[in-house]
């Protein structure tokens, strides 16, 4: 919960890691053991209560309950727009605002940071966003009302009827979402495929008999299907036999696994090279590899922060940031997306101010951000931040997971793109999952921050040493990046995905689609709000042999819903221009029309 820019989870935390804690509150649990060690009757507890009289409940009182909480929340949904469009009275901090307009700061000039355009939706399309949820969610309770009294089956796993006194492992509000909006657009998402992950891919073919409850393959195979949702940025997710004979050797020599931690035998000449190579590449003293690239935030920043110091996060930064900030046990506080000026308030207050209670001072302050935000397409606003770290005095960690090797004239990520000198970024972290086409992920920077990670580091300590075909992949795909390789293949697939994302998002905006982003940003999202067109988006994709990600509620807002089109070196002109065919023909067909400013496509429509 975020009150004031503040998270207040630490007592929430408490209570799930107290050592007394089975399901039910200390107070009660101690309240129900001191009554019965007197030899008194137990206190019920008002969770038990609501057990014991759920069981009398008359199912006209149900049928009330329902429809009564569906009214709440469709006025909620009403009230939500209402104060979206400024008619009501909006009392909550407005995370998001910042991205309903222009960022602030010059166009395009190198080292500096480029506009990017938070469009709004139009008006009838968030009326109609609003009233699609709402129509939902009201016929989810009128479900539920049915699987009580048993006129529809109930698939979702519930509690046994032994175990109807226990306090209950499955909270039914909390899987109404899961139960009556997820599973009936459950086959766009975890689609099993059968080929390697490059610019087409081939999906084994699987169909529903239960309404998505359930999936059967039917042995087909959907062949050569463009692939839009993987990222592999560089093209290095491939099988040409060529390029990976020496991968094929590291394994005859070393095998897959080594398993042992880094800390024991874990830790083979090959990643030494590759720690020195990714150094190298980084323009930086020293760097630690790892095996996951999710375990490299996680694991590591309890290792940098703990009690006593603060972290200061862009309200868009990935779990793993947000699950390693928690784990730490640091006071962490938001600031609004890529907003420099909320970002210095949130400084001066907490450096003026101190720790909460004590007033002391914070023994560290670390600002956490993302180089690409994978969701957004947005970029980091680093000189700027850069600027706010030095007058301040605080540490600023930069995770580059989409940006490193995707981004700058030689790959480099974020610091090459605008410029910066590396050793004003503290701690540089990156994966190898994307732009590598490997897996695992480093921590770069100073040669003392490193050898102080390789005895802390929880990753480190406690997990398997990186696999040495993966190392080889890394070292294959750095060496070809810098040219180390006798070659500029690196070069030539680094300025091919520059001009597959220039390309990609000039062809979509002017189609008229709503798109958010930075111009250099290899991630494309674009905006579908409603979550009808959501689903009817990804599915006619499919139909036409184009495999793309859809993302909607609870991972953007309500009203943001969006398909996102990750770009690929190994992309061909030819394969994007059928994305834009398929899409306009999607919209000609499903979508209402309007006029559209650009004349080209006036005649056509536009897709909302």
Sequence with gaps: MVQGGVWHDRLLMKTLTHPNQNGLKCKETQACDDATQKGSEPIV?????????SKHVPVLIEVLLYLRSSIVILFGHLR????????????????????????????????????????????????????????VTLFGYFRDFLRAVGLEKRNIAQEREEQKDFVPLYQDFENFYTR???????????????????????????VSDDYNWTFRLTGRTIHNVINMGSYNYLGFAENNAE????????????GVGVCSTRQETGTLDIHVELEQQVANFLGVESSMVFGMGFATNSMNIPALVGKGCLILSDELNHTSLILGARLSGATIKVYKHNDM???ERQLRESISSGQLR?????????????????????????????????KYKVCLYLD???????????????????????????????????????????????????????????????????????????????????????????IRRIRQLAQNTRYFRAKVKEMGFIIYGNDDSPVVPILLYMPGKVVAFAREMLERKIAVVVVGFPATPLT??????????????????????????????NSKTIKLPNPTYAALGRRL
């Design 45 to 53: 507890t008002s969770r038990q209560h609501r057990l014991e009289s």
């Design 80 to 135: 939500d727009f209402l104060r979206a469009v400024g008619i009501g009275e909006r009392k909550c901090t407005r995370g998001r605002e910042k991205q309903k307009k222009h960022v602030q700061g010059p166009a395009v000039t190198f080292g500096q940071h480029r506009q990017e355009v938070f469009e709004k939706a139009p008006m009838h399309v968030a009326v109609l966003t609003y009233l699609g949820f709402g129509i």
């Design 180 to 206: 009556n909006l997820y599973m009936r657009v459950r086959d766009n998402w975890n689609r099993p495929i059968c080929s390697l992950p490059g610019p087409v891919l081939d999906l084994m073919e699987r």
């Design 243 to 254: 390029f990976l004979e020496t991968v094929a050797e590291k394994t005859r020599r070393y």
């Design 341 to 343: 000026d909320h970002l």
């Design 358 to 390: 004590t007033h002391r001072p914070w023994r560290k302050i670390l600002i956490m951000v993302e180089g690409i935000y994978s969701m957004e397409g947005s970029v980091v606003r680093l000189p700027e931040l850069i600027a706010l770290k030095k």
């Design 400 to 490: 580059e997971a989409h940006s490193i090797g995707a981004v700058g004239a030689t790959g480099k990520g974020v610091t090459e793109l605008f410029g910066v000198n590396p050793e004003d970024v503290d701690v540089m972290m990156g994966t190898f999952t994307k732009s590598f086409g490997a897996a695992g992920g480093y921590i770069a920077g100073k040669k003392d921050l490193v050898d102080y990670l390789r005895s802390r580091s929880h990753s480190a300590m406690y997990t398997s040493g990186m696999s040495p075909p993966i190392a080889e992949q890394i070292l294959r795909a750095i060496k070809c990046i810098t040219g180390q390789d006798g070659s500029e293949e690196g």
């Design 560 to 589: 943001e819903a969006r398909a996102r089109f990750c770009m690929s070196a190994a992309h061909t002109k030819d394969m994007l221009d059928e994305q834009h065919h398929a899409r306009l023909d999607f919209s000609l067909e």
